[in-house]
């Protein structure tokens, strides 16, 4: 089996939604800051319900916000 790499546009996203705190965003879908800012550095992957919850703050789908790259 590949390995691949989850990247995600939460950052941009939040800049995007009126300049977005991290603890804005963490608030709104039920996590905490430290877990936005790991997800933005690229340090850890969501659980599904987690990436679904952050889609929904934006308004747009889970393939909006993560894409996932397969590894060679």
Same mark, same amino acid.
């Given at each position: 089996?590949?390995?691949?790499?989850?990247?995600?546009?939460?950052?941009?996203?939040?800049?995007?939604?009126? @300049?977005?705190? !991290?603890? @804005?965003?963490?608030?709104?879908?039920?996590?905490?800051? !430290?877990?936005?800012?790991?997800?933005?550095?690229?340090?850890?992957?969501?659980?599904?319900?987690?990436?679904?919850?952050?889609?929904?703050?934006?308004?747009?789908?889970?393939?909006?916000?993560? @894409?996932? @790259?397969?590894?060679?």
């Amino acid at each position: 089996m590949t390995e691949g790499v989850v990247r995600n546009r939460i950052r941009r996203l939040r800049f995007d939604h009126d @300049e977005m705190t !991290q603890q @804005e965003l963490a608030e709104a879908a039920g996590c905490t800051r !430290q877990t936005i800012g790991a997800l933005e550095q690229g340090g850890y992957v969501p659980s599904l319900a987690l990436a679904f919850r952050i889609a929904g703050v934006f308004g747009v789908g889970v393939e909006d916000v993560f @894409e996932f @790259e397969a590894g060679g």
